[in-house]
């Protein structure tokens, strides 16, 4: 359930008609935070189109912003930072130029320094979870970092892989689906959303976790924080100086948008709905 | 002119510009009503009304993020779980 006493102000503009259609997704984690690139289509003004060779979905000029499960995870770290349980989080997105801003936002939001994992042009299309989760391996063993915390999907491609593989990658314990988190001495409580309800794992550190909607509320990178997070270093760093080779073992064949709607057909009496569903041989 | 409280008050406007450009109804239709609004007061000198009417703006904002952080919430929900009984 949300916890709704930490939303302390429910506008009384609260105009729910906002539906926004996603679009990429990015994966964050923490200390060492990755977000790839989110487009966050407004329904009012672009609809999601798919390319007319059929290889994708249109990208090009269209607003990108970060993963709102990736904004959790980061909220979260910033979190820990605050109790001052993790010395410093670092924020880390792999892809092209744009990707800076999302790092920017979550300087904004208090991460300490960013990292970007510089992805372009044809690379960038392929960049799947395991080249993420090797660059992230990689990224985790030369910053030596102690905790990952990532979104659990990105919603452009509803993966949730990344996570898992740079745990295995790393060869360190997950906690994946986490709604709950609580850091003792060097283990990690997490309660994860399952199937079947609630699990608490106790893990060791280091360790990879993925974050899941309720896990906390996360901040508004507000103007004069924008403003304090320009100071801030973002160091720049390309695959091939971490070793990692980010040929994708997966080839899209085709992209289609899902079928129209039909029509519906109205009928005047029962008969004829029986009548009508024999013949669609639906009875 | 109250000095200090110039800058508050042209922070408190950029700031609200800012927070508007993801307004739902529109970035134009927000900026009119936060110019209009700002301009209704432009004659007020007395610090403690000043000091109010920022007060108000900054109420504004929460506002303005907890709508956002809602909107965003609500559609990742009904995107990715199950509707509740």
């Known amino acids: 359930m949300h916890r709704s006493s930490e939303v302390k102000h429910v506008a009384s503009y609260l105009n729910t008609r906002g539906c926004e259609c996603f679009g990429q997704p990015c994966e964050s984690h923490c200390p060492v935070l990755t977000d790839r690139t989110i487009h966050v289509q407004l329904k009012t003004f672009i609809k999601i189109r798919v390319k007319p060779d059929r290889t994708g979905v249109v990208t090009d000029g269209v607003k990108h912003s970060m993963n709102p499960f990736c904004e959790i995870a980061v909220e979260e770290a910033i979190k820990l930072k605050e109790k001052k349980l993790v010395k410093e989080v670092v924020a880390v997105s792999c892809g092209p130029q744009q990707v800076q801003e999302t790092i920017r936002t979550a300087l904004a939001m208090g991460a300490d320094r960013g990292i970007h994992v510089e992805v372009s042009g044809k690379d960038y299309e392929t960049l799947g979870p395991l080249q993420v989760s090797k660059i992230f391996a990689a990224l985790a063993k030369k910053e030596q970092a102690d905790l990952i915390i990532l979104g659990k999907q990105a919603i452009d491609d509803d993966c949730n892989q990344t996570g898992q593989m740079t745990a295995a990658l790393l060869d360190w314990p997950q906690g994946t689906f986490a709604s709950e988190m609580t850091l003792e001495a060097d283990k990690l409580k997490v309660v994860r959303e399952v199937d079947g309800g609630l699990e608490t794992i106790k893990i060791k550190l280091p360790a990879v976790v993925t974050a899941d909607l309720r896990l906390n509320t996360p901040r508004y990178a507000t103007l004069p924080n924008i403003m304090k997070a320009k100071k801030k270093k973002i160091a720049n760093v390309k695959p091939a100086d971490l070793g990692v080779d980010v040929c994708s073992r997966l080839e899209v064949l085709k992209v289609d948008e899902p079928p129209q709607r039909q029509a519906g057909v109205k009928v005047e009496t029962v008969d004829d709905l029986v009548g009508k569903l024999k013949e669609a041989g639906r009875v | ?85």
Request: no cysteine; aromatic share 14%; net charge positive.
């Open chain 2, 1 to 85: 002119m109250s000095n200090p409280l110039r800058g508050e008050v042209i922070r408190l406007y950029k700031n609200l510009l800012y927070l508007g450009r993801e307004y739902p109804k529109g970035t134009t239709y927000f900026r009119e009503r936060l110019k209009a609004a700002f301009m209704k007061n432009k004659d007020v000198t007395d610090p403690e009304k000043i000091k109010k009417l920022v007060d108000r703006g900054e109420f504004v904002i929460k506002e303005l993020e907890a709508l956002y952080f809602l909107r965003k919430y609500r559609a990742m929900k009904r995107h990715y779980y199950e509707p509740e009984h």
